[in-house]
């Protein structure tokens, strides 16, 4: 296959960027307020894991998420007293609510009934296709999205053969077989989902559907495991993708609190700069060259700047020596050495104090920055 060129920009202080990837154009579908595919920028979702029933303890669950950055969150739907309690969960909470719906296709059109802004469903464990197709008409009647979820477990038996040889050929050709009922009926508010287990798989059958169609893709890698091992798999799995321009939205599936997953969310498209969320900590992995506890002075570093918004790159690095260069791309940096610490800002040293006053010299040149910056934001935001 072909790999998206990437493309590179000379900023003015002769830094190299990387340019975003160019984003596969997809077909737009709103989800109550928020859009996903197009030009709208990747949506973030989880799930909760209350009981659905449970209508307090669900929105509680889902202001801490909203709190956290999700942008959409999902509820499970096992049953019609569940369905029945998405009525006062979709009216009191502040982002859209989406029914994820598993074998009973009456608690899909429960769930559009009780005002669902998408519905979820996996066409191959609803018990049929006209069962399929009569959810996708009450979701046109409704004027919502389903996102058709295709994956391993829910394959139709004629794809098996195809799964063991060409797994990836074989979720793709379930994907189409179902956007063609809709299309057949004329339903195209869709979403697609491809998913495995396997990351490989996952990022063969999204590239290989996203060459051939123009769905919106939700991206994801499922049962990715617990914090830190799903973290890392979701990670190369939604990340490969994401920097092929492949997705629209995703969720980060982790055996874990699922703030835990906005987290990670966050995190992976920071790291590709598709979204900036905070400033960005770079800091040096220390060497025999280091005279200092980097490792906490950096924790210090983070705390400082973890309720920030603006998008700087903070550099920590553990010798003077190297430090600045190393880290020249950052807007502002520390290095600490054994008995003094600089400031750096691109590379320059502007600043060297005494090691024990290198964390309030950092705040001031913090403070300073964050002064320039709003009064740059005020500027461009004045007519
Ligand atoms: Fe080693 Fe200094 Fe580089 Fe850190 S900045 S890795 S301490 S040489």
């Known amino acids: 296959m072909l790999f998206p060129e990437i493309k590179y920009k000379q900023s003015t202080d002769g830094v190299l960027a990387v340019n975003l990837p160019e984003r596969k154009k997809t077909r737009k579908v709103m989800v109550g307020r928020v859009a996903i595919g197009g030009d709208a920028p990747i949506a973030i979702q989880s799930m909760t894991n209350t009981k659905t029933t449970n209508v307090a303890l669900t929105l509680e669950q889902i202001k801490n998420l909203e709190s956290a950055g999700c942008e959409l969150i999902r509820v499970a739907i096992p049953g019609f007293d569940a369905a ?15 029914a994820d719906i598993h074998f009973d296709y009456r ?18 464990n609803i018990g049929g296709r006209e069962r399929f197709i009569e959810v996708a ?28 040889q060409k797994p990836a050929e074989a979720l793709v050709e379930s994907a189409f ?54 973290s890392i798999k979701a990670a190369i799995g939604i990340g490969t993708l994401l920097a092929e321009g492949i997705g629209d939205t995703f969720r980060v599936s982790l055996t874990a609190n699922p703030v835990e997953e906005i987290r990670v969310a966050r995190e992976i498209l920071q790291a590709l700069g598709i979204r900036i969320f905070k400033p960005e900590l770079i800091s040096c992995p220390t060497c025999g060259r280091c005279e200092t506890d980097l490792v906490n002075l950096t924790k210090t570093v983070e705390t ?34 054994k008995k003094q610490g600089l400031l750096f800002r691109k590379g320059k040293v502007v600043k060297t104090v005494k ?29």
């Open 304 to 337: 400082i700047i973890a309720d920030l918004s603006l998008p700087l790159r903070i550099a920590v690095m553990g010798c003077a020596v190297n430090g600045p260069g190393e880290a020249r791309e950052a807007d502002l940096g520390i290095c600490a050495g």
């Open 107 to 124: 608690l899909a059109l429960a769930s559009i009934a009780s005002g669902a802004a998408k519905i979820r469903i996996n066409p191959g």
């Open 177 to 230: 077989s179902y956007l063609d009922l809709l299309e057949r009926i004329g339903y195209s508010r869709v979403v697609v989902s491809i998913k495995a287990s396997s990351a490989f798989i996952t990022i063969q059958a999204n590239r290989l559907f996203a060459e051939q169609a123009s769905n919106a893709l939700h991206l994801g890698v499922t049962e990715a495991g617990p914090l830190n091992t799903g």
């Open 355 to 383: 090691l024990e006053q290198l964390i309030d010299a950092f705040k001031a040149e913090l403070a300073d920055e964050l002064l320039a910056y709003n009064s740059r934001k005020e500027e461009r935001t004045e007519c």
């Open 84 to 98: 029945e309690a998405l009525k006062m969960i979709v009216s009191q909470s502040t982002i859209p609510v989406i």
């Open 137 to 164: 008409r009450n979701a046109e009647a409704a004027g919502i999205p389903l996102r058709i979820g295709v994956n391993a477990g829910s394959l139709e038996k004629k794809l098996l053969e195809l799964y063991r």
